[in-house]
C-alpha cells in the first residue's frame, strides 16, 4: 500500500489544470492503486489525481459504505447535466472546512477505465455531486470557490 501526500489548500499546485491520459501502462495502474490506497486511508470519498500532484484527467470515486465499490474515470467527458441539489461538500484538500455547493442532480458522462476501454455512466444525487466535485478538481476549481460566489 501507498499512501500519497495530498495538496492542502492554499497550494497553488492545487489550481493548475489537468490534461488526458494517453498512456494506459502498468504506471497507470500503479498510480491508480495508489490514489485508492490514499483515498481510503483518509476516509475520503473521492479523489482527482491533481490533489496527489499529478496533472492528468484521472478521478476515483467510491461512495459505498464498504468502500468495495470503487469507480475510476479517466478523460472523463460530460454528456449531460440536469436538476440542481445543494448538498454539504467538503474535501480531502481543505480539511476541516463543510459548506453547502450547489451541484448537479444528474450526471451523464463518458470516460475510460485503468485499462483504456470507454464506459458509460449515469450518475444522481449523492454520486453525481461527488463526481461532480473531482471534475473540477481537474480544471483547478476548489469547492470554496463556490462558498465565495
Known amino acids: ?6 495538496l ?8 493548475q489544470t489537468s490534461v488526458d491520459v494517453t498512456d494506459f501502462n502498468p504506471d497507470l495502474s500503479e498510480l491508480v492503486r495508489n490514489m485508492y490506497d490514499t483515498m481510503y486511508q483518509t476516509s475520503g470519498i ?3 489525481a491533481p490533489q496527489v500532484n499529478i496533472h492528468k484527467n484521472i478521478i476515483i470515486v467510491d461512495i459505498s459504505k464498504t468502500k468495495n465499490q470503487p469507480l475510476c474515470l479517466i478523460n472523463p467527458k460530460i454528456k449531460h447535466q440536469s436538476g440542481e441539489v445543494k ?7 481543505i480539511p476541516g472546512i463543510t459548506g453547502t455547493v450547489k451541484r448537479p442532480e444528474k450526471i451523464s458522462l463518458t470516460a475510460l477505465n485503468e485499462t483504456g476501454e470507454t464506459i458509460e455512466i449515469e450518475a444522481n444525487d449523492v454520486l453525481a455531486a461527488v463526481i461532480d466535485h473531482e471534475l473540477e478538481h481537474l480544471k483547478g476549481i476548489l469547492f ?3 462558498l465565495l460566489n
Open 144 to 146: 470554496v470557490d463556490h
Open 8 to 15: 492542502k489548500f492554499p497550494d497553488e499546485r492545487l489550481r
Open 87 to 93: 448538498m454539504p461538500d467538503r474535501c480531502l484538500s
Open 46 to 48: 473521492g479523489l482527482a
Open 1 to 6: 500500500m501507498t499512501v500519497l501526500e495530498i
